[in-house]
T-cell receptor, first 110, second 112 residues
């Protein structure tokens, strides 16, 4: 089982809709959870982090964490074409190692 | 401007020819790390360094070496590159305990 798993997509969402990206992790002792956005040919950039169960909102982005289910998600409201990118989930394990998922490619269709 | 720089950005080489990819950061970060990114596999950590003269293996260290003689620099050395090291490489740095890891622009390596 992969330490951090994402659906690689591609995920296609119409402009203005909600995009939902999901991630599961295997280490139940994981403490920190991150979402990075990576445009094609560019380096990853951090867009959200979450430590506690529940929701965390930042503008159009909401990160959701459920430690019991070992599940973290990212919702993007009012999706824009500029949101088209690969989204990487990353988790800090109990050994303080940052592990990335394989990424989900998101396309927003005008 | 706060940044992580990598050189070269693109490199084509042949099997067995030693190469070095440089990484430098101007943010006085203690922590630096190297990743490789391959399709379907995401980012995998090669080596990391918690401070000067302190380095440790990540998940895929075989075939790579690093050194951390100065805080700002963290070069990645491939002593004898092989085709399976063809990949996109990223250097990153951060202050330990902070959330944001800053990535360099990437180095695309092709080993023939």
């Amino acid at each position: 089982q992969k330490e951090v798993e994402q659906n690689s997509g591609p995920l296609s969402v119409p402009e203005g809709a909600i995009a939902s990206l999901n991630c599961t992790y295997s280490d139940r002792g994981s403490q920190s959870f991150f979402w990075y956005r990576q445009y094609s040919g560019k380096s990853p950039e951090l867009i959200m982090f979450i430590y506690s169960n529940g929701d965390k909102e930042d503008g159009r982005f909401t990160a959701q964490l459920n430690k019991a289910s070992q599940y973290v998600s990212l919702l993007i409201r009012d999706s824009q074409p500029s949101d088209s990118a690969t989204y990487l989930c990353a988790v800090t394990t109990r050994a303080q190692k940052l592990v990335f998922g394989q990424g989900t490619r998101l396309t927003i269709n005008p | 401007e706060a940044q992580v720089t990598q050189n070269p950005r693109y490199l084509i080489t042949v099997t067995g020819k030693k190469l070095t990819v440089t990484c430098s950061q101007n943010m006085n970060h203690e922590y630096m790390s190297w990743y490789r990114q391959d399709p379907g596999l995401g980012l995998r950590q090669i080596y990391y360094s918690m401070n000067v003269e302190v380095t440790d293996k990540g998940d895929v260290p075989e075939g790579y070496k690093v050194s951390r003689k100065e805080k700002r620099n963290f070069p990645l050395i491939l002593e004898s590159p092989s085709p399976n090291q063809t990949s996109l490489y990223f250097c990153a740095s951060m202050f330990p305990g902070e959330e944001t890891q800053y990535f360099g622009p990437g180095t695309r390596l092709l080993v023939l």
